[in-house]
């Protein structure tokens, strides 16, 4: 059976791939990493705590850890209650159960942020035979120590140990846009060599560098089909499989 990898970003209902879900789950094993940046950033607000980014990742020190595992297992456990409402066999986990192998960045610069080194796919595989699996992008350490991982990086390693055909990241925006402030301005196809030039060029910043490069390192390591595209319709997988979505993918030249 097919493998698709979605990654839901922190500001997307889960409602809105609840139909898509249910359509696919006989015809696709389905991973689901959720993001929750938006999520992480109003608690440290609240905290008196201003959210800082290197290079598009979140810096994470202690206390923003202690604000991560607070805040990811709500995000986790309401998207799978929300899809066992809707008969969909799902079960959520996280780094922290063993499945990534982690490699921390430099802690100076990012803080507790690390990179998967290796996933377990066999315990992935095993719960896919009868579950839709929801991750958290959380891990732990042989220091003990847990660690923030970019829910792309999540996704993209995900995809590529379990050899997925299919990896969308379902964002607020309806892919990659030459203009940030004008939605019309969607690259419909970016051959995956264009993507350091456009980063270079300042086409493609912030928090989309590492999604971009996350895509770029999917299609380099065999994923078939790589979509950035809008989650904030109803049905968007559903409309990406029958080609009425704008969106942008990512291709191999």
């Known amino acids: 059976m097919k493998v698709l990898v979605i990654k839901l970003g922190g500001e997307i209902s889960v409602e809105n791939i609840v139909e898509d879900i249910s359509r696919l789950f006989r015809e696709y094993k389905i991973v689901i990493v959720h993001g929750g940046g938006r999520q992480v950033s109003e608690y440290m607000i609240m905290r008196g705590k201003k959210p800082r980014f290197v290079n598009g990742l979140r810096y994470t020190d202690e206390e923003t850890i202690e604000i991560i595992k607070q805040v990811f297992p709500k995000i986790r456990e309401e998207i799978v209650s929300k899809l066992t409402l809707a008969k969909i066999p799902s079960i959520g986990i996280s780094g922290t159960s063993g499945i990534f192998e982690l490699e921390p960045l430099n802690i100076e610069r990012y803080g507790y942020v690390a990179r998967i080194k290796r996933v377990n796919k066999d315990v992935l595989e095993f719960l896919l035979e009868k579950f839709v699996v929801v991750i958290?992008?959380?891990?732990?350490?042989?220091?003990?120590?847990?660690?923030?991982?970019?829910?792309?990086?999540?996704?993209?390693?995900?995809a590529i140990h379990l050899k997925a055909e299919t990896l969308i990241y379902l964002t607020k925006k309806p892919?990659?846009?030459?203009?940030?402030n004008?939605?019309?301005?969607?690259?419909?196809?970016?051959?995956?060599?264009?993507?350091?030039?456009?980063?270079?060029?300042?086409?493609?910043?912030?928090?989309?560098?590492?999604?971009?490069?996350?895509?770029?390192?999917?299609?380099?390591?065999?994923?078939?089909?790589?979509?950035?595209?809008?989650g904030i319709v109803k049905n968007p997988i559903t409309k990406f499989l029958k080609g009425n979505i704008k969106c942008t993918r990512i291709y191999k030249g």
């Open 175 to 180: 892919g990659v846009l030459l203009n940030p």
């Open 136 to 158: 958290s992008p959380i891990g732990i350490y042989n220091d003990g120590m847990f660690y923030n991982i970019n829910a792309d990086e999540v996704a993209n390693k995900v």
């Open 182 to 230: 004008d939605e019309s301005s969607i690259i419909e196809e970016i051959s995956y060599d264009m993507i350091d030039s456009l980063i270079k060029s300042g086409s493609i910043s912030g928090g989309m560098i590492p999604k971009i490069l996350s895509c770029k390192e999917a299609i380099e390591r065999g994923v078939k089909n790589v979509v950035i595209m809008s």
